[in-house]
């Protein structure tokens, strides 16, 4: 198939600790997404989450969008090929309404994420704003409760593990604020620190680049809306 696992995908840029696109596909499908109810992804990076819900939402055929090694072969038919992927994007469904919102702290991020979905064909699925996470409030793009998906920094980049440790609940105290009745895939980069999410949620420990975090899944009652 041409490039390892983690090239595979329709991105472009990079990012710091960035979810890799099967690990995101299957954490949206584990949360009952299926393209119908918005999605919020407010600390968006490389958009790793709001690309896999586009694709997942437009079913859009995985791999469509790339190329394979066997185009090299000698008896590689490309008008066949061309024929075959044309005929499976005439069945796709038309583009929904905006449902898949964006968002992240660093303009240059945003300028890499909105330049590479306007090159891979996803700018009409996803809307790409530069906001900071605790400022932002699912209201302004959405009155629908959705499903909002989140893999906060962690590591070295925030400093000591207490101080990681107190960002993570301050994202969670956020959570807990602001999107009351929405579903939640929180990323938790150690199993312990689930238990600072002020919401019941299911636990699934992961490996992802040499560590071990926790996907983890819930919703926000109501009542913690503010």
Same mark, same amino acid.
């Given at each position: 198939t041409g490039e390892l696992l983690p090239k595979r995908g329709v991105k472009r840029q990079g990012g710091k600790a960035r979810i890799r696109e099967t690990l995101a596909a299957a954490a949206l499908l584990l949360a009952g997404?299926?393209?119908?109810?918005?999605?919020? #992804?407010?600390?968006?990076?490389? !958009?790793?989450?709001?690309?896999?819900?586009?694709?997942?939402?437009g079913r859009i055929p995985p791999g469509s969008r790339r190329g394979f090694a066997f185009m090299g072969w000698p008896s590689f038919a490309p008008r066949r090929w061309e024929h075959l992927r044309r005929t499976?994007?005439?069945?796709?469904?038309?583009?929904?309404?905006?449902?898949?919102?964006?968002? #992240?702290? #660093?303009?240059?991020?945003?300028?890499?994420?909105?330049?590479?979905?306007?090159?891979?064909?996803?700018? #009409?699925?996803?809307?790409?704003?530069?906001?900071?996470?605790?400022?932002?409030?699912?209201?302004?793009?959405?009155?629908?409760? !959705?499903?909002?998906?989140l893999n906060p920094p962690y590591g070295r980049r925030l400093g000591t593990r207490r101080q990681g440790r107190a960002f993570f609940r301050s994202v969670c105290r956020r959570l807990g604020e602001a999107y009351g009745g929405w579903k939640v895939v929180l990323v938790a980069p150690e199993a312990e620190w689930a238990d600072d999410i002020p919401f019941p949620v299911s636990r699934h420990p992961i490996s992802h680049g040499g560590l071990r975090p926790t996907l983890t899944f819930g919703t926000v009652p109501p009542s913690t809306s503010a």
């Amino acid at each position: 198939t041409g490039e390892l696992l983690p090239k595979r995908g329709v991105k472009r840029q990079g990012g710091k600790a960035r979810i890799r696109e099967t690990l995101a596909a299957a954490a949206l499908l584990l949360a009952g997404y299926a393209g119908s109810l918005p999605l919020v #992804d407010p600390m968006c990076g490389s !958009g790793t989450f709001s690309i896999e819900g586009a694709l997942m939402a437009g079913r859009i055929p995985p791999g469509s969008r790339r190329g394979f090694a066997f185009m090299g072969w000698p008896s590689f038919a490309p008008r066949r090929w061309e024929h075959l992927r044309r005929t499976s994007e005439a069945i796709l469904p038309a583009p929904p309404d905006r449902r898949i919102f964006a968002s #992240d702290m #660093d303009p240059g991020v945003c300028r890499s994420l909105q330049h590479n979905i306007e090159e891979t064909g996803l700018a #009409d699925r996803i809307a790409v704003a530069c906001r900071d996470f605790f400022a932002f409030r699912p209201e302004e793009v959405t009155l629908q409760p !959705g499903l909002v998906a989140l893999n906060p920094p962690y590591g070295r980049r925030l400093g000591t593990r207490r101080q990681g440790r107190a960002f993570f609940r301050s994202v969670c105290r956020r959570l807990g604020e602001a999107y009351g009745g929405w579903k939640v895939v929180l990323v938790a980069p150690e199993a312990e620190w689930a238990d600072d999410i002020p919401f019941p949620v299911s636990r699934h420990p992961i490996s992802h680049g040499g560590l071990r975090p926790t996907l983890t899944f819930g919703t926000v009652p109501p009542s913690t809306s503010a």
